[in-house]
C-alpha cells in the first residue's frame, strides 16, 4: 500500500508512466510503420486491420491498436495518456507493502511491473475486447473505456477530472501543431457522429473495467478515497459525455433511427448497480457481469459468421485478394451477417458506394458511400496487398439534366483503369424542335440522343447534329440549339 502522504509521482519508476508511455508508442508505431501512416499520415491503411471476424485472425489481433485517422489516433493517445497516467499513478509500480524486505520476485520489481507487466495487460485487454466487439471495430477506444472504468471505481474524482483533461488536453495539442487555422465556410458530407463509433465495444470496456476496479479495490491493495455514490456518479458522467446513451439502429441507406431516451435511462440504471456493486452487493455485482455475458455472446455468431459476398463480375477491379466494386441499393452484407427481423428493427438494410469485399478475410465494407462520392467526386482507398500500399482510386463523372435526374458513371482511375457502373438514362425536360435530349451514360464515357439518332457527348467546344438540335459542349455546359431556341440541358456537377 502506498505510504501516507506519499505523491502519485514516487510510486512510478523513474516517476514516469513507463507503461502509457510504451502502449503510446504501439499505437504510433502500428499506425506509421504497419498502417504506413509514415507515408501518407491522413490517409492509413485501415480495411486490412479491422476486426472482421475470427477467420481474419491478424485484423483482430491488430485491430485494437490501429486506427483510421490522424484525429482517430490522436484522440485515443490522448484518452491514453490522461487516463493511463491516473490509473498507472494510483495503481503504481511498487508492489504493496514495500518497505525492508527487497522485491522476492519478478512480479513484485518495480521495472518489471512498469515495463514488462502493464503493457501487457492494456495489450491483452486490448485484444480480448476486440475479440468480443459487434461489428468490425478498429482502434483503442474500448481500451481507453476499460481505463476510465477501473480508475472511476478506485479515484471518482480523478476519472471525472480526466473527462475535462482529454478536452484540455486536445485543445493544446491542436495549438501548438497548428496555431493559426484559416477556416472557410463550405458544405460538407457529415455521417452521424454516433454511428462511427463502436458503442457495444465501448459499454463493454466501461463495464469489465469497472468489475476490473471493484476486484482491485475487494483486495483492499488500494484504499479507496471516495463513497459508492461518488463511482456510480462517475459512471454517468462518463456515460453522458462518451456517448454511451447513444443507441442506435440501421434504417438503410445511411439512415440512422437514435433512441436518445432509452439510451439516457441505461446509463442512469448502469450507474445504479455500479453503486450496488461497489457497496457489495451480489445481485448488482450478477447483474453488471450477466450485461457483460449478453453483450460479448451478441458479437460472438456476428465474429463466426461471414458476410454473403455476391460473385465478382467483370465491372469488379481485383487488387490482389480485394474486390472494389460499386453498387446501388444492395443488400449490406456487413450489417446483415446475423439477419434480425422484429418489427421495425430489421438488419436487411440496402446500401450503395463503393464496396470492397475480400472472401478470404470475411471483408465486406462500403468503403465510400454514394452520397459521399456524389458529394467529392473522387475518392481514395489504400489497400495493402503483400504487405505494399496500393491506392485504388473511384472516380464519378455526373452531369445534371435539367428537369429530371442526373445521368453519372463511376469508374477506377488506378491502379487501373476499369468503368464500374452506369446510372440509367436521362432525358432533359425541355422539347427544342419537337425534340427531347437523353443523356446516356456508357462504359466509355457518355452519349446524346435525340430525334432518332445517338451520337457520343462532343468534347469541349464542339458540337454534334442531332436532327434540328445543335449540341455545343462549353466547359461545364451543354447547349442545346434550336431555330430560336437555345437552352443549357446538362451541366456539369461540381
Keep these: 500500500m502506498p505510504l501516507r502522504g506519499e505523491s502519485p509521482r514516487r510510486r512510478l519508476c523513474a516517476r514516469v508512466p513507463i507503461s502509457t508511455v510504451l502502449v503510446a508508442a504501439l499505437l504510433l508505431g502500428v499506425y506509421l510503420l504497419i498502417q504506413d501512416g509514415l507515408t501518407a499520415w491522413t490517409a492509413p491503411i485501415s480495411i486490412p486491420y479491422r476486426a472482421w471476424g475470427y477467420q481474419h485472425v491478424g485484423g483482430m489481433l491488430i485491430a485494437p491498436f490501429a486506427h483510421v485517422s490522424p484525429g482517430h489516433l490522436i484522440g485515443n493517445l490522448v484518452g491514453l495518456v490522461v487516463f493511463g497516467t491516473m490509473l498507472e499513478a494510483t495503481v503504481g509500480h511498487y508492489p504493496p507493502h514495500r518497505g525492508a524486505v527487497g522485491f522476492q520476485t519478478l512480479r513484485q520489481n518495480p521495472w518489471v511491473r512498469a515495463v514488462l507487466i502493464g503493457p501487457a495487460v492494456i495489450g491483452l485487454v486490448g485484444i480480448g475486447l476486440s475479440l468480443i466487439a459487434l461489428g468490425p471495430v478498429i482502434g483503442f477506444s474500448s481500451v481507453v473505456f476499460w481505463l476510465m472504468g477501473v480508475l472511476v471505481v478506485l479515484r471518482p474524482v480523478i476519472a471525472v477530472i480526466g473527462l475535462l483533461a482529454t478536452d484540455a488536453v486536445r485543445v493544446t495539442y491542436l495549438a501548438v501543431v497548428a496555431p493559426v487555422v484559416g477556416v472557410t465556410a463550405e458544405v460538407q458530407f457529415v455521417t452521424p457522429w454516433f454511428a462511427e463509433i463502436a458503442l457495444q465495444a465501448h459499454a463493454v470496456g466501461l463495464l469489465i473495467g469497472v468489475l476490473t476496479g471493484i476486484a482491485i479495490r475487494n483486495r483492499g491493495s488500494i484504499t479507496a478515497d471516495a463513497p459508492a455514490s461518488y463511482v456510480g456518479a462517475g459512471v454517468m458522467l462518463i456515460g453522458i459525455d462518451r456517448g454511451l446513451w447513444a443507441i442506435f439502429f440501421y434504417d438503410g441507406g445511411g439512415t440512422y433511427i437514435l433512441y436518445r431516451a432509452i439510451g439516457v435511462a441505461m446509463v442512469a440504471m448502469v450507474a445504479l448497480l455500479v453503486v450496488g456493486a461497489v457497496r457489495g452487493d451480489r445481485r448488482a455485482r450478477a447483474l453488471i457481469v450477466t450485461t457483460v455475458i449478453i453483450l460479448a455472446a451478441v458479437a460472438v455468431p456476428y465474429n463466426v459468421v461471414a458476410p454473403a459476398t455476391a460473385e465478382e463480375t467483370d465491372r469488379s477491379l481485383t487488387v490482389g485478394s480485394y474486390s472494389v466494386s460499386y453498387a446501388e441499393s444492395v443488400p449490406d452484407a456487413s450489417v446483415d451477417r446475423i439477419p434480425v427481423r422484429m418489427g421495425p428493427l430489421s438488419t436487411a438494410v440496402t446500401t450503395s ?128 440549339e434550336a431555330p430560336g431556341v437555345e437552352v443549357v440541358v446538362f451541366t456539369r456537377a461540381s
Excluded at 457502373?421 to 422539347?431: G, I, L, N
Design 353 to 480: 458506394g463503393v464496396i470492397v469485399t475480400d472472401r478470404a478475410d470475411g471483408v465486406w465494407i462500403t468503403a465510400v458511400s454514394a452520397d459521399e462520392l456524389a458529394f467529392e467526386q473522387a475518392a481514395q482507398i489504400p489497400l495493402a496487398v503483400d504487405g505494399q500500399r496500393v491506392q485504388v482510386e473511384v472516380v464519378i463523372d455526373r452531369w445534371q439534366v435539367l428537369g429530371n435526374d442526373s445521368a453519372y458513371r463511376v469508374r477506377a482511375t488506378t491502379p487501373s483503369r476499369l468503368p464500374l457502373f452506369e446510372s440509367p438514362m436521362s432525358t432533359a425536360a425541355p422539347r427544342l424542335a419537337d425534340q427531347q435530349i437523353t443523356l446516356v451514360p456508357t462504359p466509355d464515357g457518355f452519349d446524346v440522343r435525340s430525334g432518332g439518332q445517338t451520337r457520343p457527348l462532343p468534347a469541349v467546344n464542339e458540337t454534334v447534329q442531332l436532327g434540328a438540335v445543335v449540341l455545343r459542349t462549353q466547359e461545364e455546359h451543354v447547349v442545346a
